[in-house]
Structures are given as structure tokens and as C-alpha cells.
């Protein structure tokens, strides 16, 4: 087991957005994580990634407990992460950003070995023509590109991908799959969050499903798509329903 | 890209030889008054460029380092008769001290927040000394005329603060330059960037803030005590001015912040002008309002600063200016 999860719950003030969460995730495993919107699903990646203390519940990462350690700790034990809103570093160029990941994720290289290790990754992406680039004069598709690159150049065990779909299209969808599909070839963990539900029911080993803060379902894509509670969660979105039944 | 990046360097530590060699060459008095000021806002501006250029936090307690290293190594000149080395390197290891202190409580402020606090800081180090009784509480300290005998007289001792002012403007050049060729001063334009990502990133955001904060703080701690030992007294009023404080922003923000050669050049451009307002009967009552009018229009108009506007306008530039 990379993480588990054990009876998370996440309040801000009245509000439970994370209500006894718990759940594993194995070694070379992805994991799709879906629900409708403000079901607690960026919480919890905030939580796994040190961004939130969760108020109560434990996460343990290769057997240890990390629970509350600050995100740079969990940065450099091999935890990495891209963001639903892209933070590009702006006034970096693209290598530059890619290298901070290098530089101070799990590897914790120097500048001349992250350099190397930024321009495989670039490459790898599909970046390497920006290299030189601000971060900001990218388009949004190339900055999702960019947030997969950072996280990647840190050498992660676990990575956390939090909607790389959203705002692309079709093709460039195709393009992040097999990205994502590569990957996880190479030996790391991958939990997502995703929208895009064809996509993510190819690409997933395994789904879990939030609504309300709460799981409501854990399972192969197959059996998630045929479960009575999901449809139920997703009946105020019939078109995602009807996706989901496809 | 490393030679290319050495140009910057060498640009900027040529710069500042050459303005400094200037009175030495010349021996004239005037002259080395005129440039041991701007030598001095060099040192200064370069190490604030350090928190607010690379780190991107606004500092107006800057000057609180320069007065506060001047009043301990005033003290361990005046109270217990230690030579200036010993004074100036006691200065810049106080200033720095405190610095890690102060840093633990508002490095976690972020934005304006941070920014006010620091405005407290100022007030509130004023406040202590001004009745600290062992630094002379509000009539300051004053030095033995006869101290300056231990360095060849008071002329002597001028020129002997000259050249220390002028080997730390460079150094403050060189430790700018290294970390910014650093993976350091890569995690600090992260932070400036956008802390929250640099977090998740793994960058170890509060204690490269601390370093950044305490790296600035030492160097104006030494220029203080040089400062203050040619002047033969220190007061509080004179050694916690706010508005020095705020006059050092502007000098690195019209030089360019985040640059290496920006603080070096704001500090001689506005120095100069000053010393052209102070001159004029028209502008010598109200040289402050200069200030904050070309502070104004730098924010509005050129936030990059002189250096950061010629490096987009020309790109030839961009291997020589760094």
C-alpha cells in the first residue's frame, strides 16, 4: 500500500467538507477519483498533499504516518501534485519552473543535474519548444502541460492529478491519456480527479466516488458505472448519467 | 549561459569600481563624501533586494538593521573600546540575529500584512532604544574624539570608512549574484512567484524565507556602524528613519528589482538626484515628494524598473544586464 487513508474528515467551521473518507491505494495503481461538484474531491487531494490538516483521521504514506506534515515534507518523501487552477511560477521561464520541481522534490537535486532532468521532462511533455518561454505566455492547455511537468520532475512516488482534462479538447484529451497511461508504466502511482468521464473510467484501475463529502462507492469502472448510488448522485447532471451508462 | 551570466556580474562589480575608485584616484574630500553616501544606499538597496526583489516581501524595516547593527557596534566601541573590525562585524552578526528572531514571528505574515508589521518594527525598535539605558536611551551614545586616534586621526578614519562602505557595496553585489546563480535563490523567485505552489512543490518555505530575511539584515548592520563611527554619534531619531527606509525601496525599484545591477543603479540615480534637490532653493524643503512622485510613476508606469525595462526593450542587453 502507497496511502491509505483512514476515517478522514476535513471541517471548516460548521461545514463538513470530508466526512469519514478511508480508503487504499496499491503500488502502480490509478485510481480514479470522481463526484459531482463540491463533493470534497480538491479537500481531499489537500489533505493527502499537506495543504490541510485533516480534523480528524489519519493518512499514511509507505506505512508512515503523515498526517499534518507541512507539504514540502510530503514534497520531498515523493508525494506531487498538479492543480485544478493552474499556478504557473509567471515570471519564470518553463525550464525554470520544471527545475524548481527538480530541485526541491523528492530527488532534491542541484541546478545543473535539475536542468538535465527539466529537459527530459520538457520533452517528455511535449514543452521542450517553450523551454525558454515565461510560464505566463502559455496557453491554458500548455500550462497543464507545465503543472504535469513540475510535478513529474520531482521524481514522485504518488502523484496527484487534479482535473488535467478540464478546458481541453478532444485531441489534446487524447494527448494527456496516453501521457497519464505512460506514466504509470514508469512505475508511479497515480490518483486523479477527473470530470471527463469516458476518460477517466479508460484510464482508472480503480474508482471512488465522493458526493457530499462522503464515499459512496468504490469499485472497478465497470461496476461504478452500474451502481444505483452513483446515477442517484449524478441525477441532477442527466447527461453525465448518461455517460456514465454508456 | 554561465559566461554570459558572468557578464552581469562583472558588469555590475565594474560599475561600482570604477564610481568608487573615482575619489581615491582624485583625493578630493568632496567627491568621497558624495560617493560613500551612494556606495552605502548601494549596499543597502542591494540587500533589500534580497527580501523584496528575489523573496517578493515588501520590507520597510530595512533600516532597522542598519540602526540597530550601529547602535551595538557603537557599543562595543564607545563602552568597551573594541577596535572597528571587531565593531562592524559585531554590527552585522547583531542585525542578524535579530533578523532570525524577528523572522520566526512575521515571516508568517504574507502580502500587506507583512508589510505592516515591519512599518511596527520600525516604531517599536526606535521605541526600545530610545529607552535602552545602556545605548544612551534618547540622547544616543557619542565616541572619544580619541578613538580615532587608534586609526591615523579623523581623516584617516574617513577614508578608512570609505573603502570598507566600498568593499561591502561589492560584497553585497557578489552574495546577491551567488544566490541568484543559487538553487537558494531559485526556491526564493519561487516563493515570490507563488508561495503556495513552491510549498507543494517542496520547497521549504519558511526556513528559505528566514535565510533570505537574515542574509539582508547582515549587511546593513556592518554599513551602520561604518556609518555612525564617521558621524561620532548616534541618536535614535537618526538611526530608525521610516522614511530611509521607504527611500531604499525606491531606490530599488527604479533600478529594477530582482536585478542585479537595478538596487546599484537606483541607489546612484536617486542619491544624485537628491543631491541635486537639496542644492536647489525650489526642491531642497520638499525632496521627499520627489521620491514618492517617482515611486508613484515606477509602480504605475515601469514596475520592472529601469534595468528590468531595457532588458525586455533590448534584447541585446539581456547577456550584459542582469
Known amino acids: ?246 | 549561459m554561465n559566461r554570459v551570466k558572468n557578464r552581469g556580474l562583472w558588469l555590475t562589480v565594474g560599475l561600482t569600481l570604477a564610481v568608487g575608485l573615482w575619489p581615491p584616484l582624485t583625493g578630493d574630500a568632496n567627491n568621497r563624501e558624495i560617493v560613500v553616501t551612494i556606495l552605502m544606499y548601494a549596499a543597502l538597496a542591494s540587500s533589500l533586494n534580497l527580501m523584496l526583489g528575489y523573496t517578493g516581501y515588501v520590507n520597510f524595516g530595512h533600516i532597522v538593521f542598519w540602526g540597530l547593527g550601529a547602535y551595538v557596534g557603537f557599543y562595543l566601541m564607545s563602552a568597551l573600546n573594541m577596535p572597528l573590525v571587531v565593531a562592524v562585524l559585531g554590527g552585522g552578526a547583531a542585525s542578524g540575529l535579530i533578523a532570525m528572531l524577528l523572522g520566526q514571528a512575521i515571516l508568517r505574515l504574507r502580502g500587506a500584512y507583512f508589510a505592516l508589521a515591519t512599518i511596527g518594527i520600525n516604531e517599536a525598535a526606535r521605541a526600545f532604544v530610545s529607552n535602552f539605558e545602556p545605548f544612551g536611551g534618547p540622547t544616543g551614545m557619542s565616541l572619544n574624539f580619541k578613538v580615532y586616534n587608534a586609526y591615523g586621526g579623523a581623516m584617516q578614519s574617513l577614508w578608512i570608512v570609505y573603502w570598507a562602505m566600498l568593499l561591502l557595496a561589492i560584497a553585497a553585489i557578489v552574495l546577491s549574484y551567488a544566490i541568484k546563480s543559487s538553487k537558494f535563490g531559485l526556491g526564493l523567485t519561487a516563493i515570490r512567484e507563488n508561495e503556495d505552489a513552491a510549498e507543494v512543490m517542496g520547497v521549504f518555505t519558511p526556513t528559505t524565507k528566514a535565510w533570505a530575511y537574515v542574509l539582508s539584515a547582515i549587511i546593513p548592520g556592518m554599513a551602520g556602524v561604518l556609518f555612525f563611527f564617521k558621524n561620532g554619534n548616534i541618536e535614535p531619531v537618526d538611526a530608525f528613519r521610516l522614511h530611509t527606509s521607504i527611500e531604499i525601496i525606491v531606490m530599488v525599484m527604479l533600478g529594477g528589482q530582482g536585478t542585479l545591477l537595478g538596487p546599484i543603479l537606483g541607489a546612484g540615480i536617486y542619491e544624485r538626484l537628491r543631491g541635486l534637490l537639496l542644492v536647489s532653493p525650489l526642491f531642497k524643503n520638499i525632496q521627499l515628494v520627489v521620491a514618492g512622485i517617482i515611486l508613484l510613476l515606477i509602480v504605475l508606469f515601469i514596475p520592472a524598473g529601469v534595468v528590468g525595462w531595457l532588458r525586455r526593450r533590448i534584447l541585446p542587453l539581456r547577456e550584459w544586464v542582469e
Open chain 1, 1 to 246: 500500500m502507497i496511502l491509505q487513508l483512514q476515517g478522514i474528515a476535513k471541517q471548516f467551521g460548521g461545514l463538513s467538507a470530508l466526512t469519514n473518507v478511508s480508503f487504499d491505494v496499491s503500488q502502480g495503481q490509478i485510481l480514479g477519483l470522481i463526484g459531482p461538484n463540491g463533493a470534497g474531491k480538491t479537500t481531499l487531494f489537500n489533505v493527502i498533499s499537506g495543504v490541510f490538516r485533516p480534523t480528524t483521521g489519519r493518512v499514511y504514506f509507505k506505512g508512515d504516518d503523515v498526517t499534518g506534515l507541512p507539504p514540502y515534507r510530503l514534497a520531498r518523501m515523493g508525494i506531487a501534485r498538479t492543480h485544478q487552477i493552474v499556478q504557473p511560477l509567471n515570471e519564470l521561464t518553463v525550464l525554470r519552473n520544471v527545475m524548481v520541481g527538480a530541485c526541491f522534490g523528492r530527488e532534491n537535486l542541484g541546478l545543473a543535474a535539475a536542468e538535465k532532468v527539466a529537459d527530459e521532462i520538457l520533452e517528455f511533455v511535449g514543452l521542450a519548444p517553450r523551454a525558454r518561454q515565461l510560464a505566463n505566455s502559455l496557453n491554458v492547455a500548455q500550462k497543464k502541460r507545465l503543472e504535469m511537468a513540475r510535478a513529474l520532475a520531482s521524481r514522485p512516488f504518488l502523484l496527484l492529478l487534479d482535473e488535467v482534462l478540464a478546458g481541453l479538447n478532444p485531441s489534446e484529451i487524447g494527448d494527456m491519456v496516453s501521457m497519464v497511461k505512460e506514466i504509470r508504466n514508469r512505475g508511479v502511482t497515480i490518483v486523479m480527479i477527473e470530470h471527463v468521464m469516458r476518460a477517466v473510467m479508460n484510464v482508472s484501475d480503480r474508482v471512488i466516488v465522493l458526493d457530499y463529502g462522503e464515499m459512496i462507492a468504490e469499485g472497478t469502472p465497470d461496476a461504478i458505472s452500474k451502481n444505483d448510488k452513483v446515477i442517484e448522485a449524478y441525477l441532477g447532471d442527466p447527461k453525465l448519467a448518461e455517460e456514465l451508462a454508456d
